[in-house]
Structures are given as C-alpha cells and as structure tokens.
C-alpha cells in the first residue's frame, strides 16, 4: 500500500489569483479537463492481459491513462492490420477505469531484420482499422456494450531520432498514411508521431532532421502534437540555475527551428529525473518540477494550456531492476520510492482540479481549481521564475478559505490559518524547488 494518505473536506473556491493572472485563463487539457486525465504510464505491450498489477497502481496514484504499445508482428500481420489483438487488453484497461493511447513501435533496425517499415498505403490501412474498431463508439466498443469510451490519441515510431535509420521522406509517409487513415474514420481522433529524445540528449531541435521532415504534417493539422521525452539529469540536462531543458523550452525551440508555425499540442509519453549522481530524496525534488513543468506547457500565446499527456517513466519498474528510473520498490503491492511518493502527493493535491491559469514562461506560477479546493503551483527555481526567492505572496483567497497548507515535494512543510485574508505571504521558503500551496475550508485535506 502506499504510504501516501488522502484526507476530506475542502471547500468550493472560484477566483483567479494573482495580478499577473487576471488575463491569462487557461482554455486548455479541453477546458475544465482534471489534471489526473492526462497523466498515466506505459507499456502495455502487444494486448497481454498480465497487467492488472499496473492497471491497480494507476488507480492507486489517482492517474487515468495508459501506454499501449504493440511490436510490427502484433499490429501487422499477413498484409493486413490485426487490431482485435488488442481486445482483451482494452477491455482489462476499462474494467481498471483507465484509458489507453496506443503506439505503434517501429524502429530503423527492424529493416534489417527482414521487417520493411512499409509506405503510405500500409499505414493509412493499419490508421484506418485500428480506429474504427477502438475509436469511441467504435465496432469493438459497440461489440461489448461500451459506449463513449476508447482510443482518442494513436502514435507511431518511438525515438526514431535515436537510431536515425528511418529514412525521412518514409517516415513523412507512414505519418501521413497513420494519420490520414485515422482521420478517415473519425476526424476529431488525434495523431501524433512517437516520443523524440534528441532535443532533451544533445539540444538538437530538429530531432536529426526528423521535425522538418514532418513539419508539413503538423501545419497542414494532420498531426495533433508532439511528444517530447524529458529526462533531467543533473549533469546533462540539468534544471539546476537553467530553464533551457525544460518540456516548455524544447517545445518552443523545435517549433521554431522545424518550421512548425501551427500552434500544435504538447504531449510526453516520458518523462523522470534521473537518479543519476544525485540521491533519491534530491532526484524527488527535481521530479516535483519536472511534474509541473510537463503539465503546465503552454501554447505560442504563452497561456493557453498545452498539455494532452503527462506520463512518468517508469512507473511500473522498481528501482532494484532500474536504478536510474525506477519508481517502485513494489509492484505488488504498489509500493513507490521517493519519486513515486511525490507524484501521488501532487497527484492528490491536484484531485478534481484543472487549470485556471498558467504563466511558465515568466513568473513559473500556475492556478488550479476544483474539487472545492484553490491552489497555487510555484517553481522556485532561478530561471523558472522572475522571483526566486524564500517567500511567496499568495493573492485572491476566497473568503471562505479557513487555512493554506504549503506541500512540497516530501509533504505538507507548513499548515496556515487563515481568518478572511485575501492574501497570505508565506515565509520559511526553500529555494531550488517547487511548492503547492493549496487552500481549504476544514481542518482535513483530501
């Protein structure tokens, strides 16, 4: 079980907070969406159905979407797509309450290994089928008695900026087939490619060439969004008196040097901060940041939420067997080291809430509501924020509001009564990280 405990009783609050907000509501993660419908883990491979451990751990944080990923030999077979492979793992995921993206993994390798990655018409069938079955409404849905559930969000080529050995002009192609082939069963469904890496490893905004090749795809609206996998590391790409690893700063970065003038979406199917040359307890501190980072990036008007998917990499490995990553020490039961501990803590402060706010270009401070319950999401970090600092002005405190209670990324650091104030400057502040600071109406937090 998870050492983490939720509690009760917060109130309704509805007003915006902060001079610096008043003009920049978040219409964003589809206006009111909460910000556990977006966060999940991955994988889920090739429609097994021995995940029910992992399907319980997402419950167990609070998340609500999972990675599905299937191998050419499980999605392709016999010159023809085969997604009722992927039957009983959908249906396991809606008995769990989760919902899956899927990726379809290819790698430049595999040509070699006598597995072509195949042009246009290939992957317009393989978009095409797979969506008609698993969209929502879709004829799988339809077959189980499932309405208004399944797969919105469909991906292709993980880290092909690794290897480098897709050609670029096949790999246009196969995006293109993919998304033109989900599109023409449902054009509201989103295609996105894989997950880049080389914007995060080497500063490389044209992903070796591959934002470029694609950016006609994402201009022309065929391709939703990008996902970026955001891995700090405290000597490589470090958040430490820097801003320029960030999710938020990749993403504006390849959109300017790829040609990429559409105002596309941000997902990051991964995402951690490496225990690398740090400890634990340090490396769940940069994971509280890198958290917030990834669900507060922002469109080209530098408010607008741009977030579809926040998944942390790797939830569902211990770190005994992933020392760089790992987020357990248990699978079963869900058992979460520091890092993972943080998560479910931001996870639970945020319950029910979505974003009202966000400004992570400048002051690093988000707003969130909901849940009847107000908080504030601070990065106090130089570069993060223009004001780094040890205090923290909190304005536009509803009325009703009887306490703050300051969490960081090891738990509640202060609790602060509150008698009618409208706004509260807190003190005792840390630099170097990030703060949630949450009001509500009783003496008991969710």
């Known amino acids: 079980m998870s050492t983490f405990t939720r509690r009760t009783k917060p109130i309704a609050l509805a007003l915006l907070a902060g001079t610096w907000l008043a003009a920049t509501t978040v219409y964003g993660l589809d206006d009111g969406q909460q910000i556990g419908s977006i966060v999940g883990a991955g994988n889920f491979a090739n429609g097994s159905t021995a995940y029910a451990s992992q399907f319980q751990a997402l419950n167990d944080i609070g998340a609500s979407m999972a990675r599905i990923n299937m191998y050419p030999n499980y999605y392709y077979a016999g010159d023809a797509p085969t997604p009722e492979r992927l039957d009983a793992l959908m249906l396991q995921a809606y008995e769990y309450g989760i919902t899956p993206m899927l990726l379809f993994e290819y790698y430049?390798?595999?040509?070699?290994?006598?597995?072509?990655?195949?042009?246009?018409?290939?992957?317009?069938?393989?978009?095409?089928?797979?969506?008609e079955r698993f969209r929502p409404n879709g004829t799988w849905g339809q077959e189980q008695g499932i309405a208004d559930w399944g797969i919105t969000v469909y991906a292709a080529m993980n880290e092909p900026d690794v290897e480098n050995l897709i050609p670029k002009a096949d790999y246009h192609d196969a995006l293109e087939g993919l998304a033109d082939g989900i599109h023409s069963v449902d054009p509201a469904l989103k295609a996105i490619p894989g997950g880049f890496a080389r914007q995060n490893s080497h500063s490389d905004y044209t992903l070796r060439g591959y934002g470029p090749a694609i950016a006609d795809l994402?201009?022309?609206?065929?391709?939703?969004?990008?996902?970026?996998?955001?891995?700090f590391d405290y000597q490589y790409a470090p958040m430490e008196g820097m801003y320029k690893f960030s999710a938020q700063s990749n993403f504006d970065a390849i959109k300017s040097v790829s040609g990429i003038t559409a105002d596309i979406h941000f997902y990051t199917s991964e995402f951690n901060y490496k225990k690398r040359g740090v400890t634990e307890e340090e490396a769940a501190k940069g994971f509280l940041t890198a958290f917030w980072d990834g669900v507060g990036v922002v469109k080209n008007d530098g408010h607008t939420s741009a977030a579809r998917l926040v998944f942390p990499w790797s939830l569902f490995k211990s770190q005994a067997a992933d020392p760089l990553y790992g987020l357990n020490t248990s699978l079963t039961p869900w058992t979460p080291t520091e890092r993972g501990q943080t998560l479910e803590r931001a996870l639970a402060a945020a319950q029910g809430m979505s974003l009202v706010a966000a400004d992570p270009k400048q002051s690093g401070e988000y707003v969130l509501e909901g849940a009847g319950k107000k908080m504030w999401v601070w990065q106090n970090r130089p570069y993060w924020t223009n004001h780094p600092g040890t205090t923290y002005t909190v304005t536009g405190i509803p009325p009703g509001a009887l306490r703050l209670e300051v969490i960081g990324w090891d738990g509640v650091r202060q609790t602060l009564p509150l008698c009618g104030q409208t706004g509260y400057t807190v003190t005792g502040l840390e630099g170097n990280e990030t703060y949630m600071i949450v009001a509500y109406e009783g003496p008991d937090s969710p």
Request: glycine share 22%.
């Open 218 to 231: 994402w201009n022309d609206g065929k391709l939703d969004g990008i996902d970026l996998h955001t891995y």
């Open 108 to 131: 430049g390798s595999y040509a070699g290994q006598g597995t072509p990655l195949g042009g246009y018409a290939k992957w317009y069938d393989i978009g095409r089928d797979f969506a």
